[in-house]
């Protein structure tokens, strides 16, 4: 079966530091997500990972490890506007994402 | 150039009734993937079209369908609708859904309720 957790809901404060992880169990492995979702609003891509190790991207890193079966997503320098819910999905199959249930973060100030 | 749009937006139906929703890919973009969105099971996978085939299925009843269109525009089918089936439906499109690593776009969604 498919099985990706992560946590529920975080809080973190304006120009912190914040690591959201996600583990994965799936039955196939071709590169794992992150993707952006404000509330009413359709997921943005944040980052891809295929590779162990990790891919920076501004103020966004991204990190796998593939024999772990585990990410994190890093946020740096956090702004109000970050405030969201983060959604690991992991691509197992052809073009079929397998989300988790997402991570909703809250930015205080 | 413009994204995948999703129509209607809002769409309210009762039990019983049949829906269809549509998705506009970005332009060039051939494979449309379809997801449902609820709060309880968060994004799930629907289905994925390419040239006009289905060529993935996730796990959901025979009452969602679909298609694809020549011109790579899809349709979704939900009939006899159930409560359980208010949700957002989230379209999304690829290049060619063939390379991995490919992004998949997602549109604004159209968000259903059923009463």
């Known amino acids: 079966g498919q099985n990706i957790d992560q946590p529920t809901e975080m809080t973190a404060t304006e120009g912190a530091i914040v690591q959201i992880n996600c583990t994965y169990q799936?039955?196939?492995?071709?590169?794992l997500f992150w993707y952006q979702q404000h509330a009413g609003e359709a997921p943005t891509f944040l980052s891809y990972n295929v590779l162990d190790g990790l891919e920076e991207k501004g103020r966004f890193s991204s990190f796998l490890s593939r024999s772990k079966g585990y990410s994190y997503l890093l946020l740096k320098e956090l702004q109000m506007k970050d405030s969201a819910s983060y959604l690991c999905?992991?691509?197992?199959?052809?073009?079929?994402?397998?989300f988790g249930g997402g991570t909703r973060l809250m930015v205080k100030p | 150039k413009a994204g995948v749009t999703q129509t209607p937006r809002y769409l309210i139906k009762t039990r019983g009734q049949q829906v269809t929703l549509s998705c506009s890919p970005i332009?060039?973009?051939?494979?449309v993937s379809w997801y449902q969105q609820t709060p309880g099971q968060g994004l799930q996978f629907l289905f994925e079209?390419?040239?006009?085939?289905?060529?993935n299925k996730g796990n959901f009843p025979g009452r969602f369908s679909g298609r694809q269109f020549s011109n790579s525009r899809s349709e979704m089918n939900v009939s006899t609708l159930e409560l359980g089936d208010s949700a957002l439906y989230l379209c999304?499109?690829?290049?060619?859904?063939?390379?991995?690593?490919?992004?998949?776009?997602f549109g604004p969604g159209t968000r259903l309720l059923v009463l």
């Open positions: 999304a499109s690829s290049l060619t859904g063939h390379l991995y690593q490919e992004t998949q776009y």
């Open positions: 999905a992991v691509n197992n199959a052809g073009n079929m994402l397998t």
């Open positions: 332009s060039g973009h051939r494979s």
């Open positions: 799936t039955s196939g492995f071709n590169g």
């Open positions: 079209y390419f040239s006009e085939t289905q060529r």
